[in-house]
T-cell receptor, first 113, second 116 residues
Framework: AQSVTQLGSHVSVSEGALVLLRCNYS??????LFWYVQYPNQGLQLLLK??????LVKGINGFEAEFKKSETSFHLTKPSAHMSDAAEYFC???????????FGTGTKLQVIP | EAGVTQFPSHSVIEKGQTVTLRCDPI?????LYWYRRVMGKEIKFLLH????????ESGMPNNRFLAERTGGTYSTLKVQPAELEDSGVYFC??????????????FGEGSWLTVV
């Protein structure tokens, strides 16, 4: 079975500060990894994904994530937080014969003015 | 191009009643998934259709939940009878191809169910 662990259910950053949301995964096969974001009262939106190739993946809204196999990590970063980044972020891994997405428990990001 | 659409967006029903949630996947997507998030917990997989066939229904909590996808287009998820613990957000998702190609799975806005 594959699983995802997100460290920190709540993260607060000041506007303009670095955003770092942590994600570690377990997988017996090369994983496909995703970050999704859910804004208040909205659905899940794909931020970025890693499949193969370049380990640094750039997504929408200035976010990026780096796949580190040796650390089994896929942390999400953004150099400068904006108020509009306040949302809940989910790390996910594609598993089960690559047909089923398994989610982490989510991290709520608060951006302080 | 329309995304994954779900109906209703919000529903409040009494314990013991029946609710049917509908999902229209992106046109041409053979794969359709149902997920739910209960009481702020993690998003849990319910089941996966490939066209009209149930590929994996290992996440269905019990026999009060029935999912169908007649004709391989839209899908319905019926909860009968609803219990308080069924309250949460039910997400539908779809993707184009099966297999390990890292296909993107697109999610809908969710159906927010409250059982009182």
């Amino acid at each position: 079975a594959q699983s995802v662990t997100q460290l920190g259910s709540h993260v607060s950053v000041s506007e303009g500060a670095l955003v770092l949301l942590r994600c570690n995964y377990s997988s017996s096969v090369p994983p496909y990894l995703f970050w999704y974001v859910q804004y208040p009262n909205q659905g899940l939106q794909l931020l970025l994904k890693y499949t193969t190739g370049a380990t640094l993946v750039k997504g929408i809204n200035g976010f990026e994530a780096e796949f580190k196999k040796s650390e089994t990590s896929f942390h999400l970063t953004k150099p400068s937080a904006h108020m509009s980044d306040a949302a809940e972020y989910f790390c996910a891994v594609l598993s089960g014969g690559y047909q089923k997405v398994t989610f982490g428990t989510g991290t709520k990001l608060q951006v302080i003015p | 191009e329309a995304g994954v659409t779900q109906f209703p967006s919000h529903s409040v029903i009494e314990k013991g009643q029946t609710v049917t949630l509908r999902c229209d996947p992106i046109s041409g997507h053979d794969n359709l998934y149902w997920y739910r998030r209960v009481m702020g917990k993690e998003i849990k997989f319910l089941l996966h259709f490939v066209k009209e066939s149930k590929q994996d229904e290992s996440g269905m909590p019990n026999n009060r939940f029935l999912a169908e996808r007649t004709g391989g287009t839209y899908s319905t998820l019926k909860v009968q009878p609803a219990e308080l613990e069924d309250s949460g957000v039910y997400f539908c998702a779809s993707s184009q191809d099966v297999g390990g190609s890292g296909n993107t799975i697109y999610f809908g806005e969710g159906s927010w169910l409250t059982v009182v």
